[in-house]
């Protein structure tokens, strides 16, 4: 496989060979960086060394660093209203209840167009109109789609720019609004053959539905694009501002920008602290499992580890992308790839983890 790799993480290439060989791996990227050293810098199959993946929820924890740093700065307070910064937002949560998923507005009740996917200033105003789902900070559930605008929009009523704008500013190779000259690195994802269900058991078919249940369904598909399903490999949705859900990356971006988390020059370091501490705990029926959510930031659990550590902190996304870090081991991980596989967690990124870890 093209790229470079320290001897002592030689199993990491191995592992990342036998994705390819074994488990239908088509394109690929992934970085390793250990003490703010790059030991694993490594793409294959039709990646490049310079290709971009859809990388789904890996964008969650970026979009939530917009807030965070405002909060480190004092601009923005975790505990305020957030209607103070956006004053048309009817569910009236905190920031804080905004970052770990506990604002109530993870489904769009006014019908939507893609058309209006590809605004952000109409999918921010329809969010803002939505009666939340329950009152703000009683629950959680993931709010698959929408954080993304209800994070993004937050911050962008202090700094003025939108999510993509303030990520260029940081100098990693990520991607929200993919630029007309960077369209053709972008990989063509490519779905395996599975059932795309809405992340619940559906009823059967003509039979009443919950509110509960149509919240779940909205969230995946109002509007149709939403979770990308037949748009992802278009221009437009590319060059659209999906932050929960289209961040394009490479494996290098991706654990760059963790390695900067690690080594303090992106954010406080106490703000970091308690954005990947466990905010909220317990059934997730969107997930459809118990979840711990920090801020835009997953913990490591036992059942969704990032390593074997404590104190690790990361995103999974759609297919098995990966982004983490772990402070215990100095080690920042970024994984892509365009070969989509069920859910989140998957053989191919545990199988890199458990390289990386064997290595140290």
Same mark, same amino acid.
């Given at each position: ?49 310079? &290709? ?34 956006? *004053? ?24 939507? &167009? ?21 009152? *703000? ?60 269900? &809405?992340?619940? &058991? ?159």
């Amino acid at each position: 496989m093209p790229g470079s790799v320290d001897p002592a993480f030689a199993a990491v290439r191995d592992a990342f060979e036998t994705n390819f060989a074994e488990d239908g791996e088509v394109g690929a990227s992934c970085c390793a960086i250990v003490d703010g050293r790059v030991v694993v810098d490594l793409w294959g199959g039709t990646f490049s060394r310079d &290709t971009l993946c859809n990388a789904y929820s890996v964008g969650k924890p970026i979009v939530a660093l917009s807030v965070l740093q405002l909060v480190a700065s004092g601009a923005m307070s975790l505990d305020a209203p957030a209607r103070r910064w956006w *004053p048309e937002l009817v569910a009236d949560g905190t920031v804080r209840q905004v970052l770990c998923h506990q604002a109530g507005v993870p489904a769009i009740r006014e019908p939507l &167009t893609n058309d209006d996917l590809w605004s952000w200033d109409r999918m921010c105003a329809a969010i803002a109109r939505t009666e939340p789902w329950w009152t *703000p900070g009683e629950r959680h559930a993931y709010h698959t789609n929408t954080y993304g605008f209800l994070a993004g929009e937050l911050a962008r009523r202090v700094t003025g720019d939108l999510p993509g704008t303030w990520l260029r500013r940081l100098g990693f190779d990520l991607h929200w609004g993919v630029r007309d000259a960077d369209l053709a690195r972008c990989a063509e994802v490519e779905w395996a053959t599975y059932a795309v269900g &809405t992340g619940a &058991t559906g009823p059967a078919a003509n039979a009443p539905i919950s509110d509960e249940q149509r919240m779940i369904g909205l969230g995946y598909s109002n509007p149709t694009g939403f979770s990308s399903i037949g748009v992802v490999n278009t221009r437009e949705w590319r060059q659209a501002q999906v932050p929960s859900t289209n961040l394009h990356a490479t494996g290098r971006g991706i654990a760059g920008w963790y390695a900067a988390l690690l080594d303090g020059s992106l954010l406080d370091a106490g703000v970091l602290r308690e954005a990947t501490t466990s905010q909220s705990d317990g059934w997730c029926p969107v997930l459809e499992r118990d979840v711990s959510f920090g801020l835009g930031f997953q913990p490591t659990r036992p059942d969704r580890p990032f390593g074997p550590n404590p104190g690790a902190y990361g995103h999974f996304g759609t297919g098995g992308a990966l982004g983490f870090a772990d402070p215990v081991a100095g080690v920042a991980f970024g994984y892509v790839m365009s070969h989509v596989k069920p859910r989140w967690q998957s053989t191919r990124n545990k199988r890199l983890m458990d390289a990386v870890y064997a290595s140290l």
